[in-house]
Protein backbone atom coordinates (compact mmCIF):
# COMPACT_ATOMS: atom_id res chain seq x y z
CA UNK A 1 0.00 0.00 0.00
CA UNK A 2 2.40 2.54 0.97
CA UNK A 3 4.66 1.86 -2.76
CA UNK A 4 1.20 2.37 -4.39
CA UNK A 5 1.30 5.53 -3.13
CA UNK A 6 4.83 5.94 -3.44
CA UNK A 7 5.84 6.57 0.11
CA UNK A 8 9.00 4.55 -0.11
CA UNK A 9 10.61 5.96 3.31
CA UNK A 10 7.38 4.09 4.73
CA UNK A 11 8.27 1.46 2.50
CA UNK A 12 12.09 1.07 3.73
CA UNK A 13 10.95 0.74 7.25
CA UNK A 14 8.43 -1.68 6.91
CA UNK A 15 10.63 -3.72 5.01
CA UNK A 16 13.08 -3.48 7.40
CA UNK A 17 11.15 -4.78 10.08
CA UNK A 18 9.79 -7.77 8.27
CA UNK A 19 13.41 -8.67 7.77
CA UNK A 20 14.53 -8.35 10.97
CA UNK A 21 11.55 -9.94 12.10
CA UNK A 22 12.24 -13.30 9.85
CA UNK A 23 15.96 -13.47 10.42
CA UNK A 24 16.28 -16.20 12.31
CA UNK A 25 17.75 -19.87 11.65
CA UNK A 26 13.88 -21.40 12.06
CA UNK A 27 12.79 -18.88 9.25
CA UNK A 28 14.29 -19.33 6.45
CA UNK A 29 11.54 -19.79 3.56
CA UNK A 30 10.30 -16.62 5.20
CA UNK A 31 12.90 -14.04 5.18
CA UNK A 32 13.65 -15.67 1.57
CA UNK A 33 10.15 -14.47 0.46
CA UNK A 34 10.81 -10.99 2.43
CA UNK A 35 13.88 -10.63 0.47
CA UNK A 36 11.65 -11.40 -2.67
CA UNK A 37 9.54 -8.54 -1.26
CA UNK A 38 12.14 -5.91 -1.42
CA UNK A 39 13.19 -6.79 -5.03
CA UNK A 40 9.43 -6.65 -6.19
CA UNK A 41 8.66 -3.44 -4.30
CA UNK A 42 12.70 -2.20 -6.30
CA UNK A 43 11.22 -3.06 -9.28
CA UNK A 44 7.78 -0.94 -8.53
CA UNK A 45 10.33 1.72 -7.99
CA UNK A 46 12.11 1.06 -11.05
CA UNK A 47 15.42 0.71 -9.30
CA UNK A 48 16.70 -1.71 -11.11
CA UNK A 49 19.99 -2.25 -8.95
CA UNK A 50 18.10 -2.83 -6.05
CA UNK A 51 15.66 -5.20 -7.58
CA UNK A 52 18.96 -7.22 -8.66
CA UNK A 53 20.91 -7.53 -5.63
CA UNK A 54 17.30 -8.31 -3.16
CA UNK A 55 16.55 -11.13 -5.81
CA UNK A 56 19.78 -12.59 -5.59
CA UNK A 57 19.72 -13.12 -1.83
CA UNK A 58 15.89 -14.26 -2.70
CA UNK A 59 17.18 -17.40 -3.84
CA UNK A 60 16.84 -20.68 -1.83
CA UNK A 61 19.51 -22.71 -1.06
CA UNK A 62 19.77 -25.91 -2.46
CA UNK A 63 19.17 -28.31 0.89
CA UNK A 64 15.53 -26.33 0.94
CA UNK A 65 12.60 -28.54 -1.20
CA UNK A 66 11.19 -26.78 -4.12
CA UNK A 67 8.25 -25.88 -1.93
CA UNK A 68 5.17 -23.86 -3.79
CA UNK A 69 5.32 -20.75 -1.55
CA UNK A 70 8.85 -19.73 -2.64
CA UNK A 71 8.07 -20.09 -6.40
CA UNK A 72 6.91 -16.32 -6.05
CA UNK A 73 10.64 -15.71 -5.15
CA UNK A 74 11.51 -17.27 -8.48
CA UNK A 75 8.90 -15.31 -10.35
CA UNK A 76 10.48 -11.82 -9.08
CA UNK A 77 13.78 -12.78 -9.52
CA UNK A 78 13.06 -13.78 -13.13
CA UNK A 79 11.09 -10.57 -13.42
CA UNK A 80 14.79 -9.06 -11.90
CA UNK A 81 16.59 -10.40 -14.14
CA UNK A 82 14.55 -9.75 -17.69
CA UNK A 83 15.35 -5.71 -16.58
CA UNK A 84 19.34 -6.73 -17.30
CA UNK A 85 20.67 -5.68 -20.66
CA UNK A 86 22.99 -8.09 -20.32
CA UNK A 87 22.13 -11.71 -22.53
CA UNK A 88 23.26 -14.27 -20.43
CA UNK A 89 20.80 -13.07 -17.80
CA UNK A 90 17.86 -13.04 -19.75
CA UNK A 91 18.83 -16.64 -20.83
CA UNK A 92 19.30 -17.42 -17.28
CA UNK A 93 15.51 -16.17 -16.87
CA UNK A 94 14.36 -18.23 -19.54
CA UNK A 95 16.41 -21.34 -17.77
CA UNK A 96 14.46 -20.49 -14.61
CA UNK A 97 11.29 -20.18 -16.42
CA UNK A 98 11.70 -23.93 -17.83
CA UNK A 99 12.63 -24.91 -14.71
CA UNK A 100 9.35 -23.90 -13.31
CA UNK A 101 7.60 -25.54 -16.43
CA UNK A 102 9.11 -28.69 -14.85
CA UNK A 103 7.90 -28.17 -11.65
CA UNK A 104 4.57 -27.53 -12.88
CA UNK A 105 4.14 -30.25 -14.65
CA UNK A 106 4.93 -32.81 -12.12
CA UNK A 107 2.87 -30.64 -9.65
CA UNK A 108 -0.16 -31.48 -12.69
CA UNK A 109 -0.78 -27.13 -11.88
CA UNK A 110 -2.38 -25.20 -14.38
CA UNK A 111 -2.23 -22.11 -13.24
CA UNK A 112 1.52 -22.72 -12.38
CA UNK A 113 2.09 -23.81 -15.99
CA UNK A 114 0.45 -21.27 -17.40
CA UNK A 115 2.70 -18.92 -15.55
CA UNK A 116 5.76 -20.51 -16.04
CA UNK A 117 4.82 -20.03 -20.23
CA UNK A 118 3.67 -16.24 -19.43
CA UNK A 119 7.67 -16.29 -17.91
CA UNK A 120 8.67 -17.96 -20.78
CA UNK A 121 7.06 -15.40 -23.31
CA UNK A 122 8.54 -12.51 -21.71
CA UNK A 123 11.76 -13.94 -21.82
CA UNK A 124 12.20 -15.53 -25.13
CA UNK A 125 10.91 -11.39 -26.06
CA UNK A 126 13.49 -10.28 -23.73
CA UNK A 127 16.04 -12.27 -26.43
CA UNK A 128 14.32 -10.92 -29.70
CA UNK A 129 13.24 -13.95 -30.44
CA UNK A 130 9.51 -13.27 -31.32
CA UNK A 131 9.27 -16.94 -32.84
CA UNK A 132 9.39 -18.77 -29.53
CA UNK A 133 7.45 -15.71 -27.12
CA UNK A 134 4.49 -16.01 -29.00
CA UNK A 135 4.71 -19.70 -29.09
CA UNK A 136 5.11 -19.60 -25.24
CA UNK A 137 2.37 -17.54 -25.04
CA UNK A 138 0.06 -18.99 -27.30
CA UNK A 139 0.13 -22.41 -24.70
CA UNK A 140 -0.41 -20.45 -22.15
CA UNK A 141 -3.73 -18.74 -23.44
CA UNK A 142 -4.60 -21.97 -24.97
CA UNK A 143 -4.13 -23.66 -21.16
CA UNK A 144 -5.49 -20.98 -19.32
CA UNK A 145 -9.31 -20.60 -21.62
CA UNK A 146 -10.53 -23.55 -19.62
CA UNK A 147 -10.33 -22.43 -16.09
CA UNK A 148 -10.52 -18.46 -17.48
CA UNK A 149 -7.53 -17.36 -15.57
CA UNK A 150 -7.53 -13.37 -15.91
CA UNK A 151 -5.65 -11.98 -13.26
CA UNK A 152 -2.54 -14.00 -13.58
CA UNK A 153 -1.79 -12.88 -17.30
CA UNK A 154 -2.67 -9.07 -16.25
CA UNK A 155 -0.61 -8.98 -13.66
CA UNK A 156 2.47 -9.26 -16.01
CA UNK A 157 1.37 -5.33 -17.08
CA UNK A 158 1.72 -3.76 -20.84
CA UNK A 159 4.45 -5.36 -22.34
CA UNK A 160 2.51 -8.66 -21.94
CA UNK A 161 -0.55 -6.74 -23.15
CA UNK A 162 1.53 -5.52 -26.46
CA UNK A 163 2.42 -9.16 -26.84
CA UNK A 164 -0.92 -10.57 -26.26
CA UNK A 165 -2.11 -8.33 -29.33
CA UNK A 166 0.82 -9.14 -31.44
CA UNK A 167 -0.13 -13.11 -30.86
CA UNK A 168 -3.71 -12.28 -31.82
CA UNK A 169 -2.84 -10.33 -35.10
CA UNK A 170 -0.19 -13.25 -36.09
CA UNK A 171 -3.23 -15.52 -36.81
CA UNK A 172 -1.27 -18.07 -34.76
CA UNK A 173 -4.65 -19.22 -32.46
CA UNK A 174 -6.80 -20.80 -35.20
CA UNK A 175 -9.39 -22.21 -32.16
CA UNK A 176 -12.41 -19.39 -31.81
CA UNK A 177 -12.92 -20.02 -28.13
CA UNK A 178 -9.12 -19.21 -27.34
CA UNK A 179 -9.16 -16.32 -29.80
CA UNK A 180 -12.24 -14.99 -27.59
CA UNK A 181 -10.62 -15.71 -24.47
CA UNK A 182 -7.02 -14.43 -25.52
CA UNK A 183 -9.41 -10.53 -26.42
CA UNK A 184 -10.96 -10.64 -23.15
CA UNK A 185 -7.92 -10.82 -21.52
CA UNK A 186 -6.65 -7.19 -23.27
CA UNK A 187 -9.92 -5.89 -22.30
CA UNK A 188 -9.08 -6.69 -18.86
CA UNK A 189 -6.04 -4.55 -18.63
CA UNK A 190 -5.71 -1.28 -16.98
CA UNK A 191 -6.33 1.55 -19.31
CA UNK A 192 -5.33 4.83 -19.04
CA UNK A 193 -8.03 7.60 -18.63
CA UNK A 194 -10.11 7.80 -21.23
CA UNK A 195 -8.89 10.87 -23.68
CA UNK A 196 -11.42 13.07 -22.94
CA UNK A 197 -9.97 14.23 -19.66
CA UNK A 198 -7.01 15.80 -21.40
CA UNK A 199 -9.16 17.71 -23.70
CA UNK A 200 -8.11 15.08 -26.50
CA UNK A 201 -11.11 13.28 -26.90
CA UNK A 202 -11.10 11.47 -30.65
CA UNK A 203 -7.86 12.44 -31.76
CA UNK A 204 -6.61 8.96 -31.87
CA UNK A 205 -9.64 8.44 -34.64
CA UNK A 206 -7.02 9.74 -37.01
CA UNK A 207 -4.74 7.04 -36.79
CA UNK A 208 -4.58 3.84 -38.88
CA UNK A 209 -4.43 2.13 -35.12
CA UNK A 210 -4.71 3.68 -32.10
CA UNK A 211 -1.51 3.89 -29.40
CA UNK A 212 -1.31 1.44 -26.99
CA UNK A 213 -1.69 3.02 -23.60
CA UNK A 214 2.32 1.94 -23.13
CA UNK A 215 3.03 3.64 -26.60
CA UNK A 216 1.56 6.44 -24.97
CA UNK A 217 4.10 6.57 -22.06
CA UNK A 218 7.43 6.01 -24.18
CA UNK A 219 5.77 9.01 -26.98
CA UNK A 220 5.82 11.07 -23.54
CA UNK A 221 8.88 10.13 -22.98
CA UNK A 222 10.38 10.95 -26.58
CA UNK A 223 9.08 14.45 -26.27
CA UNK A 224 11.41 14.88 -23.06
CA UNK A 225 14.26 13.64 -25.05
CA UNK A 226 14.89 10.65 -23.14
CA UNK A 227 17.52 8.23 -25.01
CA UNK A 228 16.47 4.27 -25.33
CA UNK A 229 17.99 3.18 -22.27
CA UNK A 230 16.59 6.10 -20.51
CA UNK A 231 13.20 5.14 -21.87
CA UNK A 232 13.94 1.65 -20.41
CA UNK A 233 15.02 1.77 -16.89
CA UNK A 234 11.78 4.36 -16.52
CA UNK A 235 9.05 2.20 -17.59
CA UNK A 236 11.87 -1.07 -16.18
CA UNK A 237 11.55 -2.48 -19.75
CA UNK A 238 14.22 -3.30 -21.87
CA UNK A 239 16.14 -0.91 -24.65
CA UNK A 240 14.92 -3.86 -27.34
CA UNK A 241 10.94 -3.65 -26.17
CA UNK A 242 11.89 0.59 -26.50
CA UNK A 243 12.84 0.29 -29.72
CA UNK A 244 10.15 -1.85 -30.98
CA UNK A 245 7.51 0.84 -29.05
CA UNK A 246 9.15 3.64 -31.29
CA UNK A 247 9.15 1.85 -34.32
CA UNK A 248 5.68 1.04 -33.75
CA UNK A 249 4.33 4.36 -33.44
CA UNK A 250 6.53 5.58 -36.30
CA UNK A 251 4.35 3.49 -38.56
CA UNK A 252 0.83 4.24 -36.61
CA UNK A 253 1.87 8.31 -36.80
CA UNK A 254 3.47 7.83 -40.40
CA UNK A 255 6.36 9.77 -39.42
CA UNK A 256 10.16 8.64 -39.04
CA UNK A 257 12.76 9.98 -37.16
CA UNK A 258 12.16 11.06 -33.50
CA UNK A 259 12.06 14.91 -34.13
CA UNK A 260 9.36 14.26 -36.50
CA UNK A 261 7.18 11.70 -34.60
CA UNK A 262 7.06 13.69 -31.67
CA UNK A 263 6.04 16.78 -34.01
CA UNK A 264 3.70 14.94 -35.73
CA UNK A 265 2.14 13.93 -31.95
CA UNK A 266 2.52 17.44 -30.76
CA UNK A 267 0.45 18.36 -33.68
CA UNK A 268 -2.61 15.62 -33.32
CA UNK A 269 -2.94 16.31 -29.51
CA UNK A 270 -1.06 13.36 -28.68
CA UNK A 271 0.99 15.23 -26.33
CA UNK A 272 0.76 18.78 -25.23
CA UNK A 273 2.34 21.60 -27.02
CA UNK A 274 4.02 23.05 -24.10
CA UNK A 275 6.51 20.16 -24.15
CA UNK A 276 9.86 20.60 -26.09
CA UNK A 277 12.47 18.50 -27.53
Not at 167 to 195: E, H, R, V
Not at 204 to 222: A, F, Q
Amino acid sequence: IYATHKQWRQVEETTASLIEFDSTPLSEERLILAYSLQARLALMRGDRESAWRWSLRSKPDAHLPSLPMLELATVTRILALLTSDKHHHKQQALEEARQLQRTAETSSSTLRLVKALILQALAWDALEDADHALQALKQAVELGQWDHFTRIFVDFGPVLEELLSRLLKSGLITNKAATDYGIQLIAAFPKLADASSNGSSGIEDNLIEPLTPREGEVLELLAHRLTDREIAETLVISPYTVRRHVRNISNKLGEHGRHAVVEQARSLGLIPPVQLI
